[in-house]
Antibody, heavy 115, light 107 residues
Framework: EVQLVESGGGLVQPGGSLRLSCAAS????????MHWVRQAPGKGPVWVAR????????GYADSVKGRFTISRDNAKNTLYLQMNSLRAEDTAVYYC????????WGQGTMVTVSS | EIVLTQSPGTLSLSPGERATLSCRAS???????LAWYQQRPGQTPRLLIY???SRATGIPDRFSGSGSGTDFTLTISRLEPEDSAIYYC?????????FGQGTKVEV
């Protein structure tokens, strides 16, 4: 079964850091570009970042550029999102999803930025 | 960035009726890279349509997509109660990828 499982979310104070993980199974992870997408409570999805299959092509939304870093370990079939300098507006469920059509999503991990 | 505007905001229809959802882009989407997702309450978004009109695996043929340029449509023929959800369009033609604000369908 094709599956993505996110982890690493939680409650963090403004200015803090978190690292999210996305474990892939059931498909050849190393062949696929991957994305992070977030969804604030009661709002629509928003694209956050992407990474190519070999890690050489990276892109970020302007709202997270310079604060978030996407990475991957193809040997571990895992995608990461390092989030620094977190703000209240980063509060959301964070999903990883498979390129290009976002046909596979994980269940999401909740990140709450609050004092 | 390409702004996607969906209409109407909410659609209330009866089982068996037809739903027509609109997605208008602020710029031409040149490569047909337009998708639709369904999100039921408490669930993850689910891919319905990609490439404007191709149904994703396992999606019933009651769901169809059409359009070109800046105007796109998702049609749900013969609505069923389980179609109650929010539907989002998404363009993956140009970075940054963007989503519409959603249309809520109540059956």
């Amino acid at each position: 079964e094709v599956q993505l499982v996110e982890s690493g979310g939680g409650l963090v104070q403004p200015g803090g850091s978190l690292r999210l993980s996305c474990a892939a199974s059931g498909f050849s992870f190393s062949d696929y570009w991957m994305h992070w997408v977030r969804q604030a409570p009661g709002k629509g999805p928003v694209w956050v970042a992407r990474m190519s299959s070999d890690g050489t092509n990276i892109g970020y939304a302007d709202s997270v550029k310079g604060r978030f870093t996407i990475s991957r370990d193809n040997a571990k079939n895992t995608l990461y999102l390092q989030m620094n300098s977190l703000r209240a507006e980063d509060t959301a469920v964070y999903y990883c999803a498979r390129h290009p059509t976002l046909d596979v999503w994980g269940q999401g991990t909740m990140v709450t930025v609050s004092s | 960035e390409i702004v996607l505007t969906q209409s109407p905001g909410t659609l209330s229809l009866s089982p068996g009726e037809r739903a027509t959802l609109s997605c208008r882009a602020s710029q031409i989407i040149s490569s047909s890279y337009l998708a639709w997702y369904q999100q039921r309450p408490g669930q993850t978004p689910r891919l319905l349509i990609y490439g404007v009109s191709s149904r994703a695996t396992g999606i019933p043929d009651r769901f169809s997509g059409s359009g070109s340029g800046t105007d796109f449509t998702l049609t749900i023929s013969r609505l069923e109660p389980e179609d109650s959800a929010i539907y989002y369009c998404h363009q993956y033609d140009t970075s940054p990828r963007t989503f519409g604000q959603g249309t809520k369908v109540e059956v």
